[in-house]
Every structure is written in structure tokens, then in C-alpha cells.
């Protein structure tokens, strides 16, 4: 699906722009100790004409017919380029994490590391994570590394998502 960025859109968003929208696909989760997992994902990225980019991605179980049938985890938060192509982002999570993470916009190629973790009593250990997002052949691809439980930084979800 070609994409247009808005004659509106402000523009310390420009770098950004590749993302707008809804994307929706799949992704898989392996870490130390876990089932590995198949799950659907659904991100969006909206603007309201600030200099910052509205976050929200939420996960699902998938039933036979790959249709969601239990929501699994869900995350939101704020991305916020920088004139100097580095991205400071700020994301909070229902399983008790509020996290900073900074990192550089290079094209369709977007690269971040934890900067703060900050959990709840009753979260799980996190110390540390990286993710990577990249547009390519027209999907949104990612990755995450984390570090948890006492294993050290390792790969931990992937995705491929199209634009909705």
C-alpha cells in the first residue's frame, strides 16, 4: 500500500513519517524458561501535530484461523525525534514497566536501547533491552533484545507487520 506523508504532519516528524498509520501482522517470543510463542500484533503511530509521535501496540493470542482470541500484553508511549537524528522514547506496559529508551534514526532504520527500567513491586526482573525497527518491502519489521531473570541481553520477540 503506498504511503503519503501528510502535508500537515509537523515537521521534526519528518524522519518518522515511514511510520504513521496501523500495521498489523505477526511476531514470535523465545527467551530462557518460556514456551516459545506465535502471537498476532497490531501497532499504531498517530500524530496530533506536536513534535512527538503517539505509540500503541497490542498483542494477542491467535486461535487455528490466525483470528485474535485472548489479548496477551499491550504497550504505549511517546517517540520523540530529536533535530539531531537521535529518538528519545518513553513507553509503559500494564505488566508494571515504564521504560526510556534512546537511540538513532537512520533512514527507514530505527535503532534504540534502554536508557531507564523502572518496575513495579510485582513486575518481573528487566534490566536492559535493544530494538531495532526497519521498513522493509513495504512491511514494518522488529526486533527485541532483552535482558531478564538473570539472562543476559539475548533475543527475545520479532515481528513482521503490514500496513493496514
Known sequence: ????????????????????GRWEGTGRASYPD?????????????????????????TYLLDDEGQPSKPLSMETG???????GNLEVVLCQPG????????????AKI????????????????????????????DLLWTFDKAAGGHPLQNHQWGRLQRA
Open 1 to 20: 500500500m503506498p504511503f503519503e506523508i501528510p502535508s500537515d504532519l509537523n515537521p521534526a516528524l519528518t524522519p518518522l513519517a515511514w511510520l504513521l
Open 34 to 58: 518460556t514456551d516459545d510463542l506465535e502471537f498476532g500484533q497490531q501497532i499504531d503511530f498517530a500524530d496530533n501535530g506536536g513534535d512527538y509521535l503517539h505509540y500503541l501496540s497490542q
Open 78 to 84: 511517546f517517540w520523540r525525534p530529536q533535530s539531531d
Open 96 to 107: 508494571g514497566y515504564a521504560e526510556v529508551w534512546y537511540g538513532k534514526i537512520a533512514g
Open 111 to 138: 535503532e534504540l536501547a534502554t536508557d531507564a527500567i523502572l518496575r513495579s513491586v510485582t513486575a518481573d526482573e528487566y534490566s536492559a533491552g535493544q530494538r531495532l525497527y526497519g521498513y522493509v518491502e513495504g
